[in-house]
């Protein structure tokens, strides 16, 4: 999995630290979950199959998976 440095604003940190607080979360779960319905509410359906297909052979055997998984996901909202 890929490591990137995020630099929080002061209002985004104070609220998330109340979100893992109140929610007892981990913070990398909360910015993967967040990270990923906003991507998905940005790109069309065929640039995220395209993003996918872009990964190695393991993971894009679950690509069509995990984009039924994430449309459903967004369903519940």
């Known amino acids: 999995m890929s490591r990137k440095k995020i630099e929080l604003s002061e ?4 609220l998330t630290e109340k979100y893992l607080e109140v929610n007892d979360t981990d ?3 909360l910015i993967n979950k967040a990270l990923k319905l906003y991507l998905m509410d940005h790109l069309n359906s065929s640039q995220i199959k395209e ?3 872009k990964t190695d052979d393991f993971n894009s ?3 069509g998976k995990w984009f039924q998984e994430s449309i459903e996901d ?4």
Do not use: E, M, S
């Open 11 to 14: 209002k985004v940190a104070k």
């Open 27 to 29: 913070f990398n779960d």
């Open 51 to 53: 993003a996918l297909k």
């Open 61 to 63: 055997k679950y690509a």
């Open 74 to 77: 967004l369903n519940k909202y």
